[in-house]
């Protein structure tokens, strides 16, 4: 691969839960202005490696961390890390969309409020430009006011990740951003990701293989914790090295 | 029929039979207390005040005094109850002292209320010098209501989906502004059926407010927290002590005007919960 300063670098990242490891030495990096997609069977450690980035595994009981991941040159697990700050810089969308039971603005508003943006100008504007960046505005600019938990499924998810853009951060994290959509509505979501790299970072987890094949640049195939094979996402669906992964990528299990 | 329907049948009609003697009992006492009360039941009962005569005693300064008294304590018991809760299940995690104090709080709430006046009369009335005032048996009452507020506002929290904490942690939000923004305001319905059942807890409450020396001659209506005072409990109390059927027509009246405020507070707190409830949702 072509030699791209790496955004993040994992290196030799395990992650336990009590006494079990669900990622082991995982060492990869993730490219600037790319799409990661994580791939592998359920409970293969793909969410726990997106969670690990913005450090979301802190909140789960007796899970521990070693090994290191870097954003742009600093650990972010070393003590001093501000891990408030750190999740301002990587964003994250869920798998399954939690608008909070507020408005459609108040909900994209929340980000910059907690943030100090004061200026009701500002986040308005703000709040426009992310709903527009999400691909939801033309739907929602009658109802802003309306409560986000009235949306369709497929409109949730996007004022969610209308809601993670409003911060402006450098890395978008997806936990199968789209497994909970209709066909339109999830190719409303590959799309919105296409758009999106050419300003974010994104690490996408999905079970979808056309999906991953469709919007990512690199792939990452994960099994049983640990990191089987990752490259552009042509080599691993088309000339995988791993027997492993190929039997993946051609749905011969999983 | 089958074994497995007729079972069904059985217990079915063993429920309703259980359900229909906890009820009748409680329709026996409330026809028995109808039937000696409710003839002394007029406005001028309620707005009046105590009186040597039965005929013309009222219930005013009590009824004035049961309110400021669950007002003040439920102010008292709410912030630090809902606070402790907070420690315990947001803060404090799954440690051995937590575990601990857990322990001791579910025990509290099963310790006589007259234990809790004690405690009132040495800590507050006493050391504090607080004296026989309505801060004093406010104060009181609010440790008494304290386990059961605690208990609740822990299983409110429990209940808030950690979708919706993880949502607001992946925007950078503070332990704190998570909390303060979204856990409590989704919480808020369970924590006021908290506050509702420790109300009905300490609404009733006699024994505690005696020890701490609630009056039972009260000719004025409190004027400020630092007010001596009586309050409905403790005037049924009192008149059911006197010889003579007038004035335990009295207290049968003023049972009913108790049962009453009940209704109304509890029905007050269940509207507010359930507008907190739907104004989430919608």
Known sequence: MEPVAAKIDLRALSVFYGETAALREVTMPVRAQQVTALIGPSGCGKTTLLRALNRMNDIIPHSRVEGDVWLDGHSILSPSTDVVALRRRVGMVFQKSNPFPMSVFDNVAYGLRINGVRDRREIAERVEESLRAAAIWSEVQDRLHAPALTLSGGQQQRLCIARALAIQPEVLLMDEPASALDPIATQRIEELILALKRTYTIVIVTHNMQQAARVSDVTAFLWMGQLIEQGRTEDVFTAPRERLTEAYVTGRFG | ?282
């Open chain 2, 1 to 282: 029929m089958t074994r497995a329907a007729w079972m069904d049948r059985a217990f079915h009609a063993l429920g309703l039979a259980v359900l229909a003697v906890a009820l009748s009992a409680l329709m026996f006492l409330l026809a028995d207390v109808w039937r000696d009360g409710a003839s002394r039941l007029s406005w001028a009962f309620v707005t009046g005040y105590p009186s040597r005569q039965a005929s013309t005693a009222g219930l005013l300064p009590a009824v004035a005094g049961s309110l400021w008294l669950v007002v003040l304590a439920a102010a008292m018991a709410m912030p630090v109850g809902v606070g402790a809760a907070i420690a315990l299940e947001e803060y404090a995690g799954r440690r051995r002292w937590a575990r601990l104090v857990e322990i001791n709080i579910a025990n509290l709430a099963a310790v006589p209320s007259i234990i809790y006046g004690l405690l009132g009369l040495g800590l507050f009335v006493q050391a504090l010098q607080l004296e026989r005032t309505l801060i004093a048996g406010a104060a009181t009452l609010a440790l008494l209501m304290l386990p059961v507020v605690i208990l609740t506002a822990r299983e409110a929290l429990k209940a808030v989906p950690l979708a919706q904490r993880e949502a607001a942690l992946a925007l950078g939000s503070t332990k704190w502004q998570t909390i303060w923004h979204h856990v409590l305001p989704t919480a808020m319905p369970g924590l006021l059926t908290g506050l509702i059942l420790a109300v009905s807890r300490v609404i009733g409450e006699t024994a505690p407010l005696i020890v701490i020396g609630a009056l039972t001659y009260v000719p004025f209506v409190p004027d400020g927290p630092s007010s001596p005072f009586t309050a409905l409990p403790i005037q049924i109390f009192a008149w059911i002590s006197r010889p003579g059927t007038a004035f335990r027509a009295n207290a049968a009246a003023a049972i009913l005007l108790l049962l009453g405020v009940l209704l109304v507070t509890n029905g007050i707190a269940i509207g507010v919960r359930d507008r907190a409830a739907r104004r989430r949702v919608a």
